[in-house]
Nanobody, 126 residues
């Protein structure tokens, strides 16, 4: 399994920005599909964004399109989630996930991934 460690969470006001980082172990990070999910209190975990192994393909949940950007640095084994124009409804624990193979389908499903981070809390106040 891959070890994933998120950082960058915090408490901000509506309209502010945050950048989450996820550092991954392993020497084959450039083969991993990476995803971000979130879970708000009392709600099910939901897909936020995904990025292919090369970074050439990305996808987003409709609720974050135009506000969030996923990116990766394969030289540093890190994936990022830049979150702009944050809204109170973005409040959640954000999880980084990895699939350790080059597959670009069903990436919006949690079952697609085989490793998960511990989560980073993001709180957006109005």
């Amino acid at each position: 399994q891959v070890q994933l460690v998120e950082s960058g969470g915090g408490m901000v006001q509506a309209g502010d920005s945050l950048r989450l980082s996820c550092a991954a172990s392993g020497r084959t990070f450039s083969n991993y599909v990476m995803g971000w999910f979130r879970q708000a209190p009392g709600k099910e975990r939901e897909f936020v964004a995904a990025i292919s192994w090369s970074g050439g393909s990305t996808d987003y949940a409709d609720s974050v399109k135009g506000r969030f950007t996923i990116s990766r640095d394969n030289a540093k084994n890190v994936v990022y989630l830049q979150m702009n124009s944050l809204k109170p409804e973005d409040t959640a624990v954000y999880y980084c996930a990895a699939r350790t193979s080059r597959s670009w389908y069903l990436y919006n499903r949690g079952s697609f991934y085989d490793s998960w981070g511990q989560g980073a809390q993001v709180i957006v106040s109005s």
